[in-house]
């Protein structure tokens, strides 16, 4: 089928696929590009990306959104907390402290954790690549801010696994753009080159510095800004058109949130059309209060109102600049994507801090999802791609520690400072006379309320060598996807081991010629792995159990949404089939139905039109079947007739020209 990369975009989505003759975009149902990342609940269905969208106002308070912002983390986290400026739905509290919504769906209130959420709506994404490659899906690599910890990881990786998907890696969206550029830039030289990669999304702003040759890739320094992006500027625009249309209308469209989100959605509008145009209007009909509002925004005031946000992006640089340890003047290309790089001030921002022109080389909406693409193929045994090496960094430091034992100074080590490469492996040796256990946690401050805590890993099995305390070696790993663990444990032993003695090829020779022996051996101490030792692993994944359970929740969420969609597909089937006969009846039928039976046919075709308007509104797939057969049964014998003589009048002009 092919590898699928996922750039879980916080507005929307965009899904590539490699296949052995290059890589992809996949459209959906709808044939656009990227899927807005909205989940949405109703009476008897969820509604997952366009027609989350589609409903959206309509169903505020059961639609979601900032699916990646919630992921992972606490309830009370202040940052979580300020989603709910953009989430219709109200946030709860959920066993163990994370963070969920409640909404009506099937006529219940219900409550789905943020991993639920994104595991709906990963599904819809499975779905639109098997409609594209009519076959299943599994492997797949999904793109995180760079500033997502491992809680944030694990719970993307429990997410893609409840949504039936194997996640292969989770990389960090720039990384996979920057992979991209590594990939597909067809100039590149053994000659590395310093390339800054920007990013400005619609929640957030990342910088990578990266350092790129011909098949290639080392990022050396990356920051982000959590708060900056597309949807911060519509904000600022909500506020400048609420104050404006509280003086001229009398209104607060902050009180009412269905005002607040038709605001939201007609500002997104004006702002784009602010990129290519000096000045754009606001026209919004019955916003709140049966009041229709307008207004103007001129090109000058909207850069003057968005200046403080765009200054920003300054110290978001200098940081990943400072980290990479290189100077501006270094810098060789600074390539930009994402939508808010659309914006002109934003761009002249950029090349005016750089000093130098921006370079577009990469499709600003596409890059990530393709270099997710690629890297999903490099891991498919299936799939040949070109070689092409990537190396990324950590942004916080991890330190372990352990149970204390008496004569031990120190229980904790910092193992990845933060700035660490990934993949990293450090092996670290304690004495211990019994089962002991190993934490991790971040020690570098964390985005708002993400808990430092990672993972308890029990170390079972060591037993004391009489009185010695046996020598346990622990490989400590912070893996491709930014994930920590303690990889393995074993017991190690000093031995006395019989090596053969290096010598020059001369000596060598010379011992050879006077006793004939291949070389000398020499007694030296070395440490082997004596035995294995068992990990119990804890960490912020879910239990599997809890796994088990919302893996089952959500493929019976997905039968019943199927289920629903074949039935309402059913039900236009029948009325397009009562439109569609009617008319053909007393047109292109008229000749081939008596009047008797065409009135027949017409009554019965009145009588399912009537009732669709009533009872049968609502029911169920097999009546919709049932009442189309009955149609059927009469409209195709008509219809019979028809293509009968259709038939013959083909065979004669066939019959003529062969003549
Ligand atoms: P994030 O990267 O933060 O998770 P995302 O990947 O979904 O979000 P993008 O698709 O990069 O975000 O960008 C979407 C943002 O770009 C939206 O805020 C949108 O309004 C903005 N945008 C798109 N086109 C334009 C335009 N022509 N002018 C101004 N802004 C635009
Ligand atoms: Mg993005």
Redesign the pocket.
């Known amino acids: 089928s092919g590898s699928i990369g996922l750039?879980l975009?916080?507005?929307?989505s965009v899904i590539a696929i490699a296949r052995n003759r290059g890589i992809d975009v996949i459209v959906n149902e709808v044939s656009n590009r990227s899927t807005p990342?909205l989940v949405g609940f109703g009476p008897k269905a969820r509604a997952l990306g366009e027609s989350a969208k589609t409903q959206e106002i309509s169903n505020l308070k059961n639609t979601v959104g900032s699916l990646?912002r919630l992921l992972g983390r606490q309830y009370n986290d202040p940052e979580v907390q300020d989603e709910s400026r953009f989430i219709g739905a109200p946030l709860v509290e959920v066993p163990g402290g994370g963070v969920g919504v409640k909404v009506r769906y099937q006529g219940n209130e219900q409550v789905f954790t943020a991993t639920q959420l994104v595991a709906m709506y990963l599904t819809k994404m499975k779905q639109t690549v098997q409609e594209e490659t009519k076959s299943t899906v599994a492997d797949v690599v999904i793109s995180v801010p760079l500033w997502h910890t491992d809680a944030q990881r694990r719970a993307l990786i429990d997410a893609a696994h409840i949504a039936g998907l194997n996640p292969v890696r989770i990389i960090n969206?720039v990384t996979a753009a920057a992979v991209s550029y590594g990939v597909f830039k067809t100039d590149l030289t053994e000659e590395p080159k310093k390339v800054a990669f920007v990013?400005v999304?619609?929640?957030?702003f990342s910088v990578s510095i990266a350092s790129v040759q011909k098949g290639e890739l080392k990022i050396l320094g990356s920051a982000s800004d959590r708060k900056f992006?597309?949807?911060e500027i519509?904000y600022a625009l909500v506020n400048h058109f609420a104050q404006e249309f509280k003086e001229n209308f009398k209104i607060d469209i902050f009180a009412n949130p269905k005002a607040f989100s038709r605001v939201l959605t007609a500002v997104?509008r004006l702002?784009?059309v602010l990129?290519a145009n000096a000045q754009a209007p606001i026209n919004i009909e019955s916003v709140m209060d049966d009041k229709d509002v307008r207004g103007m925004l001129k090109r000058e005031e909207y850069e003057e109102l968005i200046a403080p946000l765009i200054a920003r992006m300054e110290p978001t640089i200098k940081a990943a600049l400072d980290q990479a340890n290189i100077s501006l003047d270094d810098i060789a290309t600074v390539e930009v994507i994402?939508?808010?790089s659309?914006?002109p001030a934003v761009k002249e921002k950029l090349s005016e801090f750089f000093n130098k022109p921006l370079s577009f080389t990469l499709n600003q909406?596409e890059a990530i999802a393709r270099g997710c693409a690629f890297v999903c193929a490099m891991h498919s045994p299936t799939m040949r791609v070109r070689p092409f090496k990537y190396e990324d960094i950590t942004q916080y430091s991890v330190d372990y520690f352990w149970d204390p034992v008496e004569g031990e100074d120190e229980n904790e080590l910092q193992v990845f400072p933060a700035g660490n490469v990934l993949p990293s492996t450090k092996i670290v040796t304690l004495y211990r006379k019994e089962d002991f256990s190993v934490q991790a946690k971040y020690t570098s401050e964390l985005p708002g309320g993400v808990l430092p805590w990672i993972g308890q890993w029990t170390i079972k099995g060591v037993k004391a060598d009489g009185d010695e305390p046996a020598m346990v070696k622990l490989r400590f790993r912070a893996d491709y996807s930014g994930i920590y663990t303690v990889e393995n444990a074993y017991i190690a032993e000093e031995q006395i081991v019989e090596e053969p003695v290096e010598q020059s090829a001369e000596e060598n020779d010379k011992e050879k010629a006077k006793d004939g022996e291949t070389g000398k051996v020499k007694k030296v101490k070395k440490i082997v792995k004596k035995a294995e030792l068992s990990i119990i692993h804890g960490t912020t994944a879910l239990e599997s159990s809890v796994k088990e359970k919302y893996i089952e929740l959500e493929n019976q969420m997905a039968m019943e949404d199927k289920h629903v969609a074949d039935t309402e597909n059913r039900k236009n089937a029948l009325e397009e089939y009562i439109y569609d006969m009617r008319g053909k009846l007393d047109d292109l039928y008229s000749e081939f139905a008596s009047d008797e039976e065409k009135s027949k046919m017409h009554d019965m075709l009145n009588a399912a039109e009537e009732w669709l308007y009533d009872e049968g509104e609502d029911a169920s797939k097999a009546q919709y079947i049932a009442k189309h057969e009955e149609l059927l049964s009469v409209g195709n014998i008509i219809k019979g007739r028809y293509l009968e003589k259709q038939e013959a009048e083909r065979r004669a002009k066939e019959e003529e020209e062969r003549k």
Do not use: F, P
């Not at 975009?9 to 929307?12: I, L, M, Q, R, V």
């Not at 999304?201 to 957030?204: A, Q, T, V």
């Open positions: 750039d975009g916080n507005a929307s990342s990646k969206e990013d999304g619609h929640s957030s992006g597309g949807r519509d997104e702002k784009k990129s994402g939508g808010t659309r914006i909406d």
